[in-house]
C-alpha cells in the first residue's frame, strides 16, 4: 500500500462538502454534496472494473465477482455522508479503505474464491431527516418506506421530495431490498476509532465487540408567543425554560443511570431576540452499556419535563458475530478488541442476521463529530493493511 494511492483517493474527497469557516463537513443525505460524492465512488469503482449498482434504498454497491452467481459475498464499506460539520474520516475512511483494499488484494494476487463487494451506504448520520442509517435500516427493511418517505427536514421538504429532486432514486419504488441484503454474506466495516480505546491499548488497528443500545427521541415543548419587554414573568408560557430543565435533567440522569445523554440540536420557533418563542423542538440522544438504564434515563427525563418523548429511533445492543470477531482479531495477531458508543451501519446489518465485524483506527484525540477528527496518515495505512488482511482470509 503506497501512501501516494491513499493520498489520490483522500485528497479528491478533501474539498466536497467542506465548510470553509468552521473546516467541518457538511454531507447530507440527497444534496448536491451528495451526488458529487455518489459520483466519485461509481467512478473510483468502475475505474477498477467493478460493477456498480442502487439498491431500492439508493444505497451504492461495487461488486468485483457476480454475488448472484456465486455468492453471496464479502463485503466491505462505510458511508460518505456526516453530521453537520463533521469530520474528514467518518465514513469516508471506511470507504477509501475498501477501494485500496481491492488494489491491495490484486496486487498481492488474490483470485477471491468468492465476490467481494464495496458498499456505500447513504444518510448514514441522518443528519438531515432524523434517522440514523436511513439507508442500512431500509434496505433491510427496519425503516418503514412510507414513514422514511413523509420524514422532513429543517425546511420542511420531505425525503420523498429530496430524492426525487436528486433523482438517484425513486421514491414510489423505495424499500427493503431482500435481494441485495441476500448478497451479503459477511460484512466488514472499517471506521475511524471515536473514542480514545485504541490510544490507552496503544494499537494502531482493533476489532470492535459490540455496540452500546442508543436512541434518538423528540421532545415537543409547548409555549405562548409574546413581546420580550412587555410580557411580565408570571404572565409567561416559555418554553426555553422547559428546554433548560430537560436538558440539565438529561445530564443529571445520565450521570445517575451511568450512562450519555446529549441534547445537541434545537429548533426554535419563530426564534426572535424579542420574543417568547411559541415552542420549541430538542432532539435527546441517549445511550449507555445497559439498554435498561438508557431506556431509564429517559423516563426520568420525561417525568421531570413533564412531555412524553417521541422515540424517533431506536438500536438494540448490537454484540457483533463472536466467530468472526474471533477471526479479524486472529488475523490481525491480537488486535485489542472493544466496544463503542458510536452507531453504525454494521449494526444494523448485525441486527438483520449478517454475520458482521468492524475494524477500528486509531484516533489520537478521540475527537469525533467535529471537524477536530482526525487519524495519522500511518494508521490509516495499517488500516488498509488490515482490512486487505482480513478479506483476503474472508474471501478464501
Ligand atoms: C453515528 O455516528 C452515531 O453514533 O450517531
Ligand atoms: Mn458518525
Ligand atoms: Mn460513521
Given amino acids: 500500500m503506497t501512501e501516494a494511492g491513499f493520498d489520490a483517493l483522500w485528497s479528491a474527497l478533501a474539498p466536497v462538502g467542506r465548510d470553509s469557516r468552521s473546516g467541518g463537513y457538511r454531507r447530507f443525505a440527497w444534496t448536491g454534496e451528495d451526488l458529487a460524492l455518489r459520483e466519485w465512488f461509481a467512478s473510483e469503482a468502475t475505474s477498477r472494473g467493478l460493477d456498480v449498482t442502487l439498491d431500492r434504498a439508493g444505497n451504492q454497491w461495487a461488486w468485483w465477482g457476480d454475488p448472484d452467481r456465486d455468492g453471496p459475498g464479502v463485503v466491505t464499506g462505510s458511508h460518505l455522508d456526516s453530521v453537520p460539520d463533521g469530520g474528514a474520516y467518518d465514513g469516508p475512511l471506511g470507504v477509501v479503505s475498501s477501494l485500496l483494499a481491492v488494489d491491495a488484494l490484486r496486487a498481492r494476487g488474490v483470485v477471491p474464491a468468492r465476490p467481494l463487494g464495496i458498499v456505500c451506504f447513504g444518510d448514514e448520520e441522518g443528519a438531515r431527516f432524523g434517522i440514523a442509517c436511513a439507508g442500512s435500516r431500509l434496505v433491510t427493511g427496519a425503516l418503514d418506506s412510507d414513514r422514511a418517505r413523509a420524514l422532513t427536514d429543517d425546511d420542511g421538504t420531505t425525503m420523498a421530495e429530496a430524492m426525487t429532486t436528486a433523482g438517484v432514486v425513486d421514491p414510489a419504488h423505495v424499500g427493503r431490498d431482500d435481494e441485495a441484503v441476500s448478497r451479503i454474506g459477511t460484512f466488514v466495516e472499517l471506521h475511524v476509532e471515536q473514542g480514545r480505546g485504541l490510544v490507552d491499548r496503544d494499537a ?13 427521541w423528540r421532545v415537543d415543548l409547548a409555549g405562548e408567543a409574546n413581546h420580550a419587554g412587555t ?4 404572565d409567561r408560557r416559555d418554553p426555553m425554560l422547559d428546554l433548560a430543565r430537560l436538558v440539565l435533567a438529561a445530564r443529571e440522569q445520565a450521570e445517575r443511570h451511568d450512562a450519555l445523554a446529549t441534547v445537541g440540536r434545537v429548533r426554535v420557533t419563530p426564534n426572535g431576540t424579542n420574543a417568547v418563542p411559541s415552542s420549541v423542538q430538542a432532539w435527546l440522544d441517549a445511550r449507555g452499556a445497559a439498554a435498561g438504564d438508557v431506556r431509564a434515563l429517559v423516563a426520568a427525563v420525561a417525568a421531570e419535563v413533564g412531555t412524553e418523548p417521541v422515540e424517533e429511533s431506536w438500536t438494540p445492543e448490537t454484540e457483533f458475530d463472536p466467530a468472526l470477531r474471533d477471526r479479524l482479531a486472529g488475523v490481525l495477531n491480537g488486535a485489542p478488541v472493544l466496544p463503542t458508543g458510536a452507531g453504525h451501519d454494521a449494526g444494523i446489518l448485525s441486527g438483520a442476521g449478517i454475520p458482521t465485524a468492524m475494524l477500528f483506527v486509531r484516533n489520537p484525540t478521540g475527537v469525533s463529530h467535529s471537524p477536530a477528527e482526525h487519524a495519522e496518515r500511518v494508521d490509516c495505512l495499517a488500516g ?11 474471501l478464501r
Avoid: F, N, Y
Fill in 231 to 234: 410580557t411580565r414573568l408570571v
Fill in 204 to 216: 494502531a488497528v482493533g476489532v470492535a465487540s459490540a455496540i452500546w443500545p442508543h436512541g434518538r
Fill in 384 to 394: 488498509v493493511d488490515a482490512l486487505t488482511d482480513v478479506l483476503e482470509d474472508l
